[in-house]
């Protein structure tokens, strides 16, 4: 459950820029909400305040309870290590370690036992249709295999909330088709709680719920038809059936 | 919360593959740069040290041993002479264990002069002390008998012969123009004009050189023979001791004294080498600088890589910041890739100056104006040669990385 109230940001510069004006909503657990709007709306700083990368400038965030006004940096960054998982634009990987080294890495900060991180990791590699990319170094993946691994990451701690930051931006029509389905199946099948920043409107057809955003503020809560969504998780960014990973094929 | 062993492991984790799949070539490169500066501080301070343990090893075998035992003062406060009953203290001083022996001897001005010619149109004077030893003895404290240049080393019985430091004679290769006989040769006779008014003429019977200036500027009579100048006999104007150097001269002089040595002064031979402390004193000057250009040159490089390491990975290190690592962490693996470098370039510099440098230079000793330097690696030295460049790349690698994991998380993320 996310309860945000009354969320502002504002960036102190030469001209102080207010990028969040009180912006407030509930998010229950389970759900995946889009949050859109044009540039400059404020998708990604709200995605950053609700990750604990940053500090809004008022307003409260309750995180499945926890007040996160209250961390400290340390504490803060405890909380992200065991309940959030953060999907960045760019395929955020650590360019030295291989994919499962990249997936293994917050069990590894958790302090897990090696043999453990390498089970649970290879488990979720597997299903985000990697199992035969462990070892291969970022540098040998494809912006979609990329992104994948970064999901795979983002869940390997058992996150209660996924945070996605226009995680298609830079893939292709066949990858982007990819990893929303995933996000879709996480959310469907593992009850995974998913906000996802974008502004391309075909990839809200995935969610279940479309926050507007519009000069820092909430203008629009759209819900999406259930219909629309089951349209988009079977024809959506489709190029080709036959190209979708085994795992996707159920749906 | 983790605990640090996690935090330590993750740090490790990152580190291991930063070295890994990390560049080769500026590892290979950064490993070279922090080895050639331990081999320059060590090399150079090794070589000085050389230079340094030389002066000392003359000092103490060709010039005053390890202690010297000169006259104490009488009742007035004033300096005597002569050591007096100089056989009972030496054999007190030869029952100390650890004491190899010693030697006594007479010191006194005169006037040496050499008539080349003996035509009197030729004469050449020096004002100069000269020195008595007793042959034997002198053996066991001195390496002085080793080092004949010409002729022969005096026997106790010689009465009318003497022997010169290469610098007195003048000749042979002498360097020191100025207080010299100029060209004395074996066989040659000198008179010398001892300052009691007495006058002898003796034959030079040998000409030593040790290569140590000091001790290359004496003369030697036998002590028979400058007993019967001086009208004395078990008296001495210094006796020289060598000990085992098992403890430091301090122990002995410590021993003397409980011995019976008591109205005597005794000192070390540290006190006989104030021309040559300008010498030392420089070279620990130079080899503290040496020390500390080395370490910024490592310590530079290395904060260079890592600075350009953190700062080519700031989004890396925000988005490793993102996903919940402690700054710690971060900062520990970039210490951790500091120290490979420099424990790695001290490693192959060991290896090279153990290896390498240290057979070279034995075989191919420097020919410096005291003698043959070779490379003399000083423990404490190295020691802290070591800790330093240990301590400077942890330096290096910390101020880097913990200014770039200090950055807010979006700021390194999206700059």
Not at chain 2, 32 to 42: D, K, S
Not at chain 2, 371 to 386: A, P
């Amino acid at each position: 459950m996310i309860k945000v109230t009354d969320l502002k940001k504002t960036y102190y510069g030469k001209v102080p820029v207010h990028a969040l004006k009180g912006v407030s909503f509930q998010i229950p657990s389970g759900q995946f909400v889009a949050i859109m709007g044009p540039s400059g709306s404020g998708k990604s700083t709200l995605l950053h305040q609700l990750a604990l990368l940053d500090n809004p400038t008022s307003g409260q965030i309750l995180l499945d309870g926890v007040d996160t006004a209250g961390l400290t940096q340390g504490k803060a960054a405890d909380f992200r290590l065991r309940h959030l998982g953060y999907v960045f634009q760019e395929y955020a990987l650590i360019s030295e370690l291989n994919a499962i080294e990249n997936a293994f890495l917050p069990l590894m900060l958790l302090g897990m036992k090696r043999k453990e991180f390498i089970r649970v990791s290879t488990e979720l590699m597997s299903k985000v249709g990697l199992s035969n990319r462990l070892h291969h170094l970022i540098s040998e993946l494809s912006g979609g295999e990329q992104q994948r691994v970064a999901i795979a990451r983002a869940l390997v701690n058992r996150s209660k909330i996924l945070f996605a930051d226009e995680p298609c931006a830079n893939l292709d029509t066949e990858n982007k088709g990819i990893v929303l389905r995933l996000l879709r199946k996480l959310c469907d099948d593992l009850g995974q709680t998913i906000l996802m920043v974008t502004h391309e409107p075909e990839q809200r057809e995935f969610a279940d719920r479309v926050l507007w955003l519009r000069d820092g503020m909430l203008v629009k809560d759209e819900s999406i038809d259930k219909a629309v969504r089951e349209d988009a998780l079977h024809n959506g960014y489709r190029t080709d059936v036959s190209s979708d990973p085994d795992y996707l094929k159920d749906n | 919360m983790r605990n640090i062993w996690d935090d330590f492991q993750a740090a490790l984790f990152l580190f291991y593959k930063y070295v890994t799949r990390g560049n080769k070539g500026t590892v290979v490169l950064t490993v070279l740069v922090a080895t050639l500066a331990f081999i320059q501080i060590n090399l150079i301070s090794g070589i000085l040290s050389g230079a340094v343990g030389l002066i000392y090893d003359q000092t103490k075998n060709n010039y005053v041993g390890n202690i010297v035992i000169q006259p104490g003062k009488d009742q007035w406060g004033n300096k005597e002479t002569y050591i007096t009953q100089v056989d009972l203290l030496k054999r007190k001083i030869n029952a100390i264990p650890g004491i190899i022996g010693c030697s006594s001897r007479y010191t006194t001005g005169s006037v040496i002069e050499y008539d080349p010619d003996k035509t009197g149109k030729d004469i050449r004077t020096i004002s100069w002390p000269v020195k008595s030893i007793n042959p034997d003895d002198e053996k066991r404290i001195s390496e002085l008998h080793n080092y004949m240049l010409a002729g022969q080393y005096l026997d106790e019985s010689d009465r009318d012969q003497i022997i010169l430091g290469r610098e007195v004679s003048g000749g042979y290769g002498a360097s020191l123009e100025v207080q010299s006989l100029k060209g004395v040769n074996i066989g040659d006779e000198v008179t010398v004009f001892y300052h009691n008014g007495v006058t002898r003429q003796y034959t030079v019977k040998g000409i030593y050189a040790t290569v140590f200036p000091l001790a290359d500027m004496t003369v030697f009579v036998t002590q028979k023979e400058m007993e019967s100048v001086l009208g004395l006999r078990d008296r001495a104007s210094e006796i020289i001791i060598r000990t085992d150097e098992a403890y430091p001269e301090a122990y002995y002089i410590q021993e003397l004294r409980r011995a019976g040595v008591e109205l005597q002064d005794i000192r070390p031979w540290q006190d006989f080498i104030g021309l040559v402390l300008g010498i030392v004193q420089s070279f620990d000057i130079i080899k503290k600088i040496i020390l500390f250009i080395g370490l910024i040159v490592a310590g530079v490089t290395i904060f260079i890589v890592i600075f350009i390491a953190v700062t080519s990975r700031r989004k890396q290190i925000g988005i490793m910041k993102a996903i919940g690592m402690k700054e710690g962490i971060i900062v520990t693996s970039y210490i951790m890739l500091a120290l490979f470098y420099a424990v790695t370039g001290i490693v192959v510099g060991i290896a090279v100056i153990e290896f390498v440098a240290t057979p070279y230079f034995i075989a191919h000793p420097f020919n410096f104006p005291m003698g043959k330097v070779s490379l003399l690696i000083v423990r404490s030295e190295f020691v802290t040669s070591i800790v330093s460049m240990i301590v400077v790349s942890i330096i290096a690698g910390f101020i880097p990385s913990w200014r770039v994991s200090r950055e807010n998380i979006i700021k390194a993320i999206w700059g």
